[in-house]
C-alpha cells in the first residue's frame, strides 16, 4: 500500500480506505450539481448520477462519525480530552465555513447592493446553530455543516456510553426507527403547506440525519471487532463487500429505490446501510480503488470540494451550457463528461488555494492551542 501524506489527519491516524471515500464522495456530489445546478445531462445510461450521486452527502456522514471514533474513542481517559475534542472540531470546520460567509456577504453587496441576508440568518450561521431553524442557512450547500455540528455536540456523550459493538447497533437501530418517522412527519407537514415550499424539510433537518451518524459509529464497532479476528478476517470481509455491492449495485443499476421511497424515505436508509458496508470493507481492507492516490487527494480537500463546488458551477453554469451546446450534435449526452472534467479542475483550482490557506493553517492554529493547553 502507498503512504499518502495527509496535512489533516495526522500519520499514524490515516486509514487509506477511510480517507479514498472522501474523495469518492466529494466527486460524486460535484457530478449530481453538474446535473441539478447547470442543467446538463448525462448520457441515459449514466442518469444514476443525477439520481443518486447526491446521497454522497450521508457517506459524509458516516464517515464523519466514524473517523471521530477512531480518532477520539481511544483518547477518553486523557486529561483535557473534552476540551481538545471541540478546539479540533471548531478550527477544522469554522475558518473555512466563516471564509463562505463573508464570502456570500461580499458577493450579495456587489450584485445587490445591500446584504440580502437576515442579521438573525447571519448570527445563526456564525454559532453554527442554524440547524435547529428550517432553512436559515445562506450558505451553499451548508446544510450539512449545520447536521454535522449538532452531532459534534452530542458525539461526547456517544463516545463514553457507545462502549461495545452491541450497544452500537442497538443505537443503529433505534436511531433508524426515530430518524425514519421524524422524517415522515416532516414530510408530511411539508405535504400540508400552502404554498408548498421548494425544498421539503425532512431531508434537510439534523433530527432526520442522525441514523446516519449512528451507522458510522457502528461501522467503526464492526471494523475494530473483525480486526482484532484476524483468523476470520478475510471470509467476513468478502461477506461485507459482497453486501456493499449487492446494496449499491441495485440502487444505482436497478433503481430499486423507486420501489422504497415514501413519506419516511427507506431509500436513503438502504442507501445508508450500503455505505455503512462500504465503510467496515474500506477500513478492514482497503480497496486500491478507492485507496488510490488520486481519491486520496480529493479527499484530503474535500471540505474546500464541497463547499466551493456550488459556487464555481453556479458561476459558471452560461460557459459549461454553451460547451455542453457546442459539443452535443458530435458527441451526444457524453459531452456531460468534458462538462464535468472542466468543472472538477476548475472547483479543484479554488479548492487547492482555500485547502492550502485557510483549512491547513487553520488546523494548524487549532492544534498549537491544544499543545499549548497541555502544557499550561
Given at each position: 500500500?502507498?503512504e499518502?501524506?495527509?496535512?489533516?489527519?495526522?500519520?499514524?491516524?490515516?486509514?487509506?480506505?477511510?480517507?479514498g471515500?472522501?474523495?469518492?464522495a466529494a466527486?460524486?456530489?460535484?457530478?449530481?450539481?453538474?446535473?441539478?445546478?447547470?442543467?446538463?445531462?448525462p448520457?441515459?445510461?449514466?442518469?444514476f448520477?443525477?439520481?443518486?450521486f447526491?446521497?454522497?452527502v450521508?457517506?459524509?456522514?458516516?464517515i464523519?462519525?466514524?473517523?471521530?471514533?477512531?480518532?477520539?474513542g481511544?483518547?477518553?481517559?486523557?486529561?483535557?480530552?473534552l476540551?481538545?475534542?471541540?478546539?479540533?472540531r471548531?478550527?477544522?470546520?469554522?475558518?473555512?465555513?466563516y471564509f463562505?460567509?463573508?464570502?456570500?456577504i461580499?458577493?450579495?453587496?456587489?450584485?445587490a447592493?445591500k446584504?440580502?441576508?437576515?442579521f438573525n440568518?447571519i448570527?445563526?450561521?456564525m454559532?453554527?446553530?442554524?440547524?435547529?431553524?428550517?432553512?436559515?442557512?445562506?450558505?451553499?450547500?451548508?446544510?450539512?455543516?449545520g447536521v454535522?455540528?449538532?452531532?459534534y455536540a452530542?458525539?461526547?456523550?456517544?463516545?463514553?456510553?457507545?462502549?461495545t459493538?452491541?450497544?452500537?447497533?442497538v443505537l443503529l437501530?433505534?436511531?433508524i426507527?426515530?430518524?425514519?418517522?421524524?422524517?415522515?412527519?416532516l414530510?408530511?407537514q411539508y405535504?400540508?403547506?400552502?404554498?408548498?415550499?421548494?425544498?421539503?424539510?425532512?431531508?434537510?433537518a439534523?433530527?432526520?440525519?442522525?441514523?446516519?451518524?449512528?451507522?458510522?459509529?457502528?461501522a467503526?464497532?464492526m471494523s475494530?471487532?473483525?480486526?482484532?479476528?484476524?483468523?476470520i478476517?478475510?471470509?467476513?470481509n468478502?461477506i461485507?463487500?459482497?453486501?456493499?455491492?449487492?446494496?449499491i449495485?441495485?440502487?444505482?443499476?436497478?433503481?430499486i429505490?423507486?420501489?422504497?421511497?415514501?413519506?419516511?424515505?427507506?431509500?436513503?436508509?438502504?442507501?445508508?446501510?450500503g455505505?455503512?458496508?462500504?465503510c467496515i470493507?474500506?477500513?478492514?481492507?482497503p480497496s486500491?480503488?478507492?485507496?488510490?492516490?488520486?481519491?486520496?487527494?480529493?479527499?484530503?480537500?474535500?471540505?474546500?470540494?464541497?463547499?466551493?463546488?456550488?459556487?464555481?458551477?453556479?458561476?459558471?453554469?452560461?460557459y459549461?451550457?454553451e460547451?455542453?451546446?457546442g459539443?452535443?450534435?458530435h458527441l451526444?449526452?457524453?459531452?456531460?463528461?468534458?462538462?464535468?472534467?472542466?468543472?472538477?479542475?476548475l472547483?479543484?483550482?479554488?479548492?487547492?488555494?482555500?485547502?492550502t490557506?485557510?483549512?491547513?493553517?487553520?488546523?494548524?492554529?487549532?492544534?498549537?492551542?491544544?499543545?499549548?493547553?497541555?502544557?499550561?
Amino acid at each position: 500500500m502507498h503512504e499518502f501524506h495527509s496535512a489533516i489527519v495526522q500519520k499514524d491516524r490515516l486509514l487509506p480506505g477511510i480517507h479514498g471515500l472522501r474523495g469518492v464522495a466529494a466527486l460524486a456530489v460535484v457530478l449530481f450539481h453538474l446535473n441539478h445546478l447547470a442543467g446538463i445531462t448525462p448520457p441515459v445510461f449514466f442518469e444514476f448520477i443525477g439520481r443518486d450521486f447526491g446521497y454522497s452527502v450521508h457517506l459524509f456522514f458516516i464517515i464523519s462519525a466514524f473517523s471521530l471514533c477512531y480518532s477520539t474513542g481511544s483518547r477518553t481517559d486523557q486529561p483535557k480530552w473534552l476540551s481538545e475534542y471541540f478546539l479540533k472540531r471548531f478550527f477544522r470546520i469554522a475558518p473555512l465555513f466563516y471564509f463562505m460567509i463573508v464570502f456570500e456577504i461580499t458577493r450579495q453587496i456587489v450584485s445587490a447592493g445591500k446584504v440580502i441576508t437576515d442579521f438573525n440568518s447571519i448570527i445563526l450561521e456564525m454559532t453554527f446553530t442554524f440547524g435547529f431553524v428550517q432553512f436559515s442557512d445562506f450558505i451553499w450547500g451548508g446544510w450539512t455543516v449545520g447536521v454535522e455540528m449538532i452531532f459534534y455536540a452530542i458525539f461526547p456523550v456517544l463516545v463514553l456510553t457507545i462502549r461495545t459493538c452491541r450497544s452500537a447497533l442497538v443505537l443503529l437501530v433505534i436511531s433508524i426507527i426515530i430518524c425514519y418517522a421524524i422524517r415522515s412527519s416532516l414530510h408530511l407537514q411539508y405535504i400540508a403547506l400552502t404554498p408548498q415550499s421548494k425544498w421539503d424539510w425532512s431531508y434537510f433537518a439534523p433530527a432526520s440525519n442522525m441514523c446516519f451518524f449512528a451507522m458510522g459509529i457502528f461501522a467503526y464497532h464492526m471494523s475494530l471487532q473483525y480486526k482484532e479476528l484476524n483468523h476470520i478476517n478475510n471470509r467476513i470481509n468478502r461477506i461485507i463487500q459482497f453486501l456493499a455491492i449487492v446494496i449499491i449495485g441495485g440502487l444505482i443499476f436497478l433503481n430499486i429505490a423507486k420501489y422504497l421511497f415514501g413519506d419516511g424515505r427507506l431509500d436513503i436508509v438502504i442507501w445508508g446501510l450500503g455505505l455503512m458496508a462500504l465503510c467496515i470493507s474500506q477500513s478492514v481492507s482497503p480497496s486500491l480503488f478507492i485507496a488510490n492516490q488520486l481519491f486520496e487527494y480529493l479527499g484530503e480537500r474535500s471540505f474546500s470540494i464541497y463547499l466551493l463546488h456550488p459556487v464555481v458551477i453556479t458561476f459558471s453554469k452560461v460557459y459549461l451550457v454553451e460547451i455542453y451546446g457546442g459539443l452535443l450534435p458530435h458527441l451526444g449526452t457524453n459531452a456531460f463528461f468534458v462538462c464535468a472534467i472542466l468543472t472538477i479542475a476548475l472547483v479543484m483550482i479554488f479548492a487547492e488555494f482555500t485547502y492550502t490557506l485557510i483549512e491547513v493553517p487553520g488546523i494548524s492554529f487549532g492544534r498549537k492551542l491544544i499543545t499549548k493547553m497541555r502544557f499550561a
